[in-house]
C-alpha cells in the first residue's frame, strides 16, 4: 500500500515517521516544493528503520508528482502554519492556491486515490479540494476531528487522573477554536458517562481547553503542532489502508446530514478501504443542534472567501 504525502514540513514528515514505524503502508513517498528537503526528511526517517523496526519504504520528491503515481492515499499538509495570534481562518489566501494545484496534480498520477487534506482552514480546504477537482465526496476526508478529539480526550484524562486510551470522546463541527464541539454529554470512561464523574463547571473548562487546544500550542512553541496532527492523520490513514471501519469524526461533503448542505464539516464517519464508508446519523439534542447550526454557518461563511 503507497501513501503520499505532500508537505514535508511539521505534520507531513511527522505523519510519515508514524505511518513507517507503526507499518501503516508499505511505501511512503513524501513531496515538497523545497529543494531537497523532502528528500532529506525521508533519508532521516529509513535512518530509524534499524532501531525501530520497520520495512516501510520511505522516499523524498522534489515537485516530481511522477513518483507518486498509484498512491491509495495521498495527505495534504502543503501549505503555511499559523504563527502565534493567528487564525487558521487567515490561511486561506495562500493556502488555497497550494491545496488546488496539489490536488490537481496528484490526481494526474493516482485518479483513483482518497485525499486527506489537513491544510487550513481544513474545512474549507477541503471544500475546496472536492469541488476543484470533482472527486466522489467519500474520497476527500478533512482531517480534523480526530486531532480534536484526541485533544478532549487528553484534557478529560487530566480532569479525571485517568488513562486517555479509557476514554471515549468526540469532537465535530467545524476545526476552529469557536467552531469546533466537543461533545461532553456523550464523553465516558469505560463505558460510564463522564458526567458521573465531572462538574459541569470542570466539563465546561475541559470543552474550552480543547477548544483553543491548537492555539495554545501554538502559542507555547511559535508554530502550529505537529506530533498529535501527524499521529492522528496516520491513525486516518490506518483505518482507509485497513479497511479499519473506526468510527473518526472526519470533514466530509454533507448533502442534507445533520440538516447541512453544500459545505465539508465534521461528522462522524465510518472510514474504511472506500474512504467515507458511511455518516452517522447521532441524535443530536438541540442545544448541540444549535451549535452544530451555527458553526455550519460559519465554515460556509470561510468557504465565501473563496469566491473572491
Ligand atoms: P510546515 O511549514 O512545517 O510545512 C509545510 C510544508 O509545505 C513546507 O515544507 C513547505 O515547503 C511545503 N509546501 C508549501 N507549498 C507547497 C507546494 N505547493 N507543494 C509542495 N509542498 C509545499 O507546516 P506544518 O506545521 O507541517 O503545517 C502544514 C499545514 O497543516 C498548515 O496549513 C497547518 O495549518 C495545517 N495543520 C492542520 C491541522 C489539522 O488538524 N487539520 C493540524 C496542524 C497543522
Wanted: with cysteine.
Amino acid at each position: 500500500m503507497k501513501v503520499t504525502i505532500v508537505g514535508a514540513g511539521n505534520v507531513g514528515a511527522t505523519c510519515a515517521d508514524v505511518i513507517s514505524y507503526r507499518g501503516i503502508a508499505s511505501e511512503v513517498v513524501l513531496l515538497d516544493i523545497k529543494e531537497g528537503f523532502a528528500e532529506g526528511k525521508a533519508l532521516d526517517i529509513m535512518q530509524c528503520a534499524t532501531n525501530t523496526g520497520f520495512n516501510t519504504k520511505v522516499s523524498g520528491v522534489t515537485n516530481d508528482y511522477s513518483k507518486t503515481a498509484g498512491s491509495d492515499v495521498v495527505v495534504i499538509t502543503s501549505g503555511i502554519p499559523r504563527k502565534p495570534g493567528m487564525t487558521r481562518e487567515e490561511l486561506i489566501g495562500i493556502n488555497a492556491g497550494i491545496v488546488k494545484t496539489v490536488a490537481e496534480n496528484v490526481l494526474k498520477h493516482s485518479p483513483n486515490t482518497i485525499i486527506v487534506v489537513v491544510s487550513n482552514p481544513m474545512d474549507t480546504m477541503t471544500y475546496l479540494a472536492l469541488k476543484a477537482t470533482g472527486v466522489p465526496k467519500n474520497r476527500i476526508i478533512g482531517m480534523g476531528g480526530a486531532l480534536d478529539s484526541s485533544r478532549f480526550r487528553t484534557y478529560l484524562s487530566l480532569a479525571l487522573d485517568k488513562p486517555a486510551n479509557d476514554i471515549s470522546a468526540m469532537v465535530i463541527g467545524g476545526h476552529g477554536d469557536t467552531t469546533m464541539i466537543p461533545l461532553t454529554r456523550l464523553a465516558s470512561y469505560n463505558g460510564i458517562p463522564v458526567t458521573e464523574f465531572l462538574s459541569e463547571e470542570v466539563l465546561q473548562k475541559v470543552a474550552a481547553d480543547t477548544m483553543v487546544g491548537g492555539a495554545t500550542l501554538t502559542g507555547l512553541l511559535g508554530t502550529s503542532a505537529w506530533y498529535a496532527p501527524g499521529a492522528s492523520v496516520a491513525y486516518l490513514v490506518d483505518s482507509i489502508l485497513n479497511d479499519q471501519k473506526k468510527m473518526i469524526a472526519c470533514s466530509v461533503f454533507v448533502e442534507g446530514e445533520y440538516g447541512q448542505n453544500d459545505i465539508c464539516i465534521g461528522v462522524p464517519c465510518i472510514i474504511g478501504k472506500n474512504g467515507v464508508e458511511e455518516i452517522l446519523d447521532i441524535k443530536l439534542n438541540d442545544q448541540e443542534k444549535a451549535l452544530f447550526a451555527k458553526s455550519a454557518d460559519a465554515v460556509r461563511g470561510m468557504n465565501d472567501a473563496l469566491k473572491s
